[in-house]
């Protein structure tokens, strides 16, 4: 029962461009979401969050949106950089639960 | 500032072995996770604790246990190791969950 879905396993996008990964989920009381950012042989570092009662929230190049009623939310980088190629992980959480639930992940490549 | 350490960084257990994986965090957080990753599964909760003395059961504890005598150290235990253990495992801690985990940089497990 995966309640935290990104069903795009891999992304390519042009340097410069702009990203976008998307992510579904089921459970309709989960009430804060987070993107994380993994490299190679890495832990997972915290990108970008966002609570349910927003739809937007932006961070430099790092924008992540939500859409409550599509039980979606996506995280847009604008412009690509070679150095976001990693693979990116949303993740979700009920309130006053203090454990995440992430996402199967998705491989972004900047191409040069 | 070291962060979240893990130790060991790599193992090769047979199977039936056990062994103990070792979190140290070194920011006071009260909250610590134990995730595996596997390809195309994402991470997935082990076991995880609020607080030092704590415990509780995430999406896949089977097979595993979970010590946290003291604060800023979380051992994951696999009493007779199988092939199916075969993983990536994180260790994480957070203060909340709204500043997001920081995580280790894994320990890479192979069960033969």
């Known amino acids: 029962d995966q309640q935290v879905k990104q069903n795009s396993p891999s992304l390519s996008v042009q340097e410069g461009r702009i990203s976008i990964l998307n992510c579904d989920y089921t459970n309709s009381m989960f009430d804060y979401f987070l993107w994380y950012k993994k490299y190679p042989a890495e832990g997972p570092t915290f990108l970008i969050s966002?609570?349910?009662?927003?739809d937007k929230n932006e961070d430099g190049r790092f924008t992540v949106f939500l859409n409550k009623s599509a039980k979606h939310l996506s995280l847009h980088i604008v412009p690509s950089q070679p150095g976001d190629s990693a693979v990116y992980f949303c993740a979700a959480s009920v309130e006053g639960a203090q454990k995440l639930v992430f996402g199967q992940g998705t491989r972004l490549t900047i191409n040069p | 500032n070291a962060g979240v350490t893990q130790t060991p960084k790599f193992r090769v257990l047979k199977t039936g072995q056990s062994m103990t994986l070792l979190c140290a965090q070194d920011?006071?957080?009260?909250?610590m996770y134990w995730y595996r990753q596997d390809p195309g599964m994402g991470l997935r909760l082990i076991h995880y604790?609020?607080?030092?003395?704590?415990?509780a059961k995430g999406e896949v504890p089977d097979g595993y246990n979970v010590s946290r005598l003291k604060k800023q150290n979380f051992l994951l235990g696999l009493e007779s190791a199988a092939p199916s253990q075969t993983s990536v495992y994180f260790c994480?801690?957070?203060?909340?969950?709204?500043?997001?985990?920081?995580f280790g940089s894994g320990t890479r497990l192979t069960v033969v």
């Open positions: 920011m006071n957080h009260e909250y």
């Open positions: 994480a801690s957070s203060y909340w969950r709204g500043s997001g985990y920081t």
């Open positions: 604790s609020v607080g030092e003395g704590t415990t």
């Open positions: 966002i609570s349910s009662i927003k």
